[in-house]
């Protein structure tokens, strides 16, 4: 055997492992080439127009009802407490009074703060309300509901938060019908009055 020979047959297989390599390479870039244009194909794929009613209103679908957990509130609510009202109530026949005891739940600690800077007017329009009650008045579950309605109403009014008065609403309805803006609804800070002691005499 010739010493050509035998440099061509040791040559010849650092050849084949070359092959096998560029292979490889270009098998790998293929293979990213063709998932990046399916990614941008999905990505770039517009989107279908919205299914829309007769109104031209776009028609949602009712998903899949999903059980879910209620919402858990991060913390209890807020009750600000106020301190008691002893108040002579409106009866003519006798004398009479209440010794009311009132909790406002508000949905923010800071506002709870910011109504004990208004609490001399807070209390004020709280006793204007409950010198104009009778005792017939307040004895009913209805009346110490539209009690609990009016505090609220007046426990928020400092801030210059108005109310709709519900009496107002059906006589405002009664009115000639004439086309009126809608108001956006008002965020009323307190949720509820809730009353501690409820004594009358």
Known sequence: MSAAAATADAASPPAKKGKKKLVLILGLVLVLALGGGAAAFFLLKPQAEPELDEYGEPVEHAAPVK???????????????????????????????????ITLQVDDP????EL???????????IMILAHKT???????????????EIRRESVRPLGIEIEDEEDAPAAEAAPKKRKKRKAPVHVPVEQVHFSSFIIQ
Not at 116 to 126: D, F, L, S, T
Not at 135 to 149: D, F, I, P, Y
């Open 67 to 101: 059980h879910e957990k209620k919402a858990e509130h991060g913390a209890p609510p807020t009750f600000l407490p106020l301190d008691p009202f002893v108040v002579n109530l409106a009866d003519r026949e006798s004398e009479r009074y209440a010794q009311i005891g």
């Open 110 to 113: 800071k506002v709870a703060e």
């Open 135 to 149: 005792a017939a008045e307040l004895l009913s579950r209805e009346g110490k509901e539209q009690l609990a309605a």
């Open 116 to 126: 004990k800077a208004y609490m001399p007017a807070i209390r004020n329009g709280v």
